[in-house]
């Protein structure tokens, strides 16, 4: 199995719901035309939003609803300090539900987190270690410094 | 807020386990060398293994241990119907739960399921009407047909 991701889905309980967020209050572009799917090209990977019991349906799980942690985290990571704190407060003012203000963290950066409507997790991060290449794309290795 | 997403984080009881499904069974390899979290580049995007107890309460949650459907799906695309089948043989080979095995779908792929052993849901898809670019990234354009 090679080592990529190609599609990351979170299923929502209400697509329009969703749609507000993502599209008017973060301002994200779909790259489809579709009623019952949305997918958001990013950068090496596309994000979809899928009616949750769909989803469930459709990877022949049963939903149990969908209260609380689900496991997994998504994370965006900002060029700056500041970047961080201005995605919360975007985040936040389009519906999200802050769980964490952003602050200093053990490993060194800052980073915060909130709650899609969904109740999916972002986390809002400055990691001096890793690189955000200019198309948005994320690798491990250190950034090049700057003088 | 930019359109990108840089890290998924999958919450795990047991990193060793872990390791041992995406290592040694799916003979990914991992860029760092710590023993509480692994991270692993992938085309654009970074994914990392951490434990669901430590991620959870980083993000402010309470857990409620996460059994059944998290909400969240990831998929792999494959390059082939063969490639689908292959990744999900060997996905099981190392310990996976097959949730679906491939079958064609309404949108005209071909498409199964897995479970990781921490439940994280896996779509093996073949989709012939998006791209795979060489580097494994991908892209919602049509693929430039083949003569």
Redesign the interface.
Known sequence: ???????????VADLARALRFYEDG????R??QNAEVA?????????ALWS?AE??K???????G????????????ARSRAEVDG?LA??TAAGATL??PAEEVVWGGYAG?F?DP????W?V?HNPF?T?RTD?????EAPVQER
Chains 1, 2 share one sequence.
């Open positions: 199995m090679d080592q990529r991701l190609s599609l990351v889905t979170l299923g973060l301002g994200w572009r790259g489809n997918f958001f090209q990013l950068p090496g990977i596309i994000l949750r989803l469930a459709d990877a022949r799980l049963p939903d149990q969908g209260d609380g942690f689900g496991g997994v985290a998504l994370a965006f990571n995605v975007e985040a769980l964490k987190y709650a969904d109740g999916h997790v986390e991060a890793w955000i948005g794309s994320v690798s491990l």
